[in-house]
């Protein structure tokens, strides 16, 4: 694809319900990361794929958070039972490596609203 | 404090003056990346710069990167009013297994036309 895409743009949620965002990151990328960026605030590192294996889930910050990615393409991240705090922007990005110095690009993001 | 703190944390200029920012961060990195975000949402690539390199640029903005201060400089020549944004440092950390980058918490910068 032209570029990273993710879905849904904006989504309204009630606490304690589930979410799934989903992201479609360029043709040919190996490397697909989730990232959270709370209001005025940098971005915080959730979660880091290499094909569909995840080596690097560090960022994740509680088990109610999960990601997937099948066929080394579509990435999924679960909130699960979802809490005020997780009101965030979801960002994802992917990069044609996992080599350091590889330029990672981002899709526009899921704007989260917990309410 | 987190890796990747960027100063000034707002800049309001006027148009065709010069915007400098900085990124402080902590640890030994391979590689400093600039990024722009427009309204909160996705962040554009600027210019990355490798440990080994001093100085970089991309048409109007300058990058340098002093390891031995663990600092960098966003320089934005000539400024318009289309480069108001929230600018962000990011590196990846030398010696780590880690890919994922840490990002500063960002420079709001505004243009004045």
């Known amino acids: 694809g032209a570029g990273v895409s993710q879905s849904p743009s904006n989504k309204v949620t009630e606490k304690g319900k589930d979410v799934e965002l989903r992201c479609d990151p360029i043709?040919?990328?190996?490397?697909l990361y989730w990232y959270r960026q709370s209001l005025g605030q940098g971005l915080e590192f959730l979660i880091y794929?290499?094909?569909?294996?995840?080596?690097?889930k560090s960022g994740l910050p509680s088990d109610r958070f999960s990601a997937e990615r099948t066929g080394g393409s579509v990435s999924t991240l679960t909130i699960q039972r979802t809490q005020q705090e997780d009101s965030a922007v979801y960002l994802c990005?992917?990069?044609?490596?996992?080599?350091?110095?590889?330029?990672?690009?981002f899709g526009p993001g899921t704007r989260l609203l917990v309410l | 404090s987190q890796q990747g703190e960027e100063d000034p944390q707002a800049l309001s200029i006027q148009e065709g003056e010069n915007a400098t920012m900085n990124c402080s961060y902590k640890?030994?990195?391979?590689?400093l990346q600039w990024y722009r975000q427009n309204s909160g949402r996705g962040l554009v690539h600027l210019i990355l710069?490798?440990?080994?390199?001093r100085e970089k640029h991309s048409g109007r903005l300058r990058v340098t990167l002093d390891t031995s201060k663990k600092s960098s400089s966003l320089l934005i020549t000539a400024s318009r009013a289309a480069d108001t944004a929230s600018y962000f440092c990011?590196?990846?950390?030398?010696?780590?297994?880690?890919?994922?980058?840490?990002f500063g918490s960002g420079t709001r910068l505004q243009v004045q036309p």
């Open positions: 710069i490798r440990s080994n390199e």
């Open positions: 990005a992917s990069s044609l490596t996992a080599d350091r110095g590889e330029t990672q690009y």
């Open positions: 640890t030994s990195i391979n590689n």
């Open positions: 990011a590196t990846d950390a030398r010696g780590t297994g880690r890919r994922a980058l840490t």
């Open positions: 794929f290499q094909g569909n294996s995840a080596p690097d």
């Open positions: 043709s040919g990328h190996t490397a």
